[in-house]
């Protein structure tokens, strides 16, 4: 129980800075509806969980063909951010409507393949799981451990998602233009900073 409730924490945490992921949750919301909204941001804890995994079970030869690949990795995640804050900005207000056939799928893998380009993540999860001691007790109080971080940060895009759904409900079509402007320039700026620490 400790393991888990020290997981539910760490994984809130982790996810409640508002960076490219959590303004992609936002819009994904105010265009397709909190569902969609919390979709975008499951696929983000699925990530994270993933990469806690590797870190907990101990499984240094991923790690280190991950860590081994992070250039390539950051360096189409940077791109990717870059043209979808571009896509963001030229893109119109979003309104409120039914999504699409598949726009629950694609806004779940496209948050989920952004987050895993971020390989560094793991090296940030080996220290802390080691300073809980994750992995002295076995894999029993790994897989909690991993099972309350993906729980945890499932729960901050739920409230994130319906915090953004009530906004949305009450924004007019000026808010929601400048919604759109700021959240454009700031991914995109996440990419070109990415990209400028490559270089």
């Not at 039914?98 to 380009?117: K, M, Q, W």
């Not at 000026?174 to 959240?183: F, K, P, Q, Y």
């Amino acid at each position: 129980m400790h393991q888990f409730l020290s997981g539910l924490a760490l994984g809130f945490s982790i996810a409640a800075p508002v960076g490219p992921i959590g303004l992609l949750c936002i819009r994904c919301t105010l265009t397709h509806g909190r569902l969609n909204g919390f979709l975008c941001g499951l696929g983000a804890a699925t990530a994270d969980a993933l990469y806690g995994a590797i870190a907990a079970l101990g499984l240094s030869a991923v790690t280190s063909f991950l860590l081994g690949t992070q250039t390539w990795l950051q360096l189409g995640g940077g791109l990717f951010l870059v043209w979808l804050g571009w896509k963001t900005l030229r893109a119109p207000p979003p309104v409120p409507r039914a999504p699409a056939a598949g726009a629950h799928v694609g806004g779940y893998f496209s948050t989920l393949v952004l987050t895993l380009a971020n390989p560094m993540t793991i090296l940030s999860f080996v220290g802390i799981f080691a300073g809980l001691g994750a992995t002295a007790g076995g894999a029993r109080p790994a897989v909690w451990l991993v099972l309350g971080v993906f729980l945890g940060s499932a729960a901050w895009w739920l409230v994130l998602s319906a915090a953004a759904g009530w906004l949305g409900d009450r924004l007019g079509q000026g808010g929601l233009r400048t919604v759109n402007l700021a959240s454009g320039l700031i991914i995109a700026a996440f990419g070109a900073w990415q990209l400028a620490k490559l270089f």
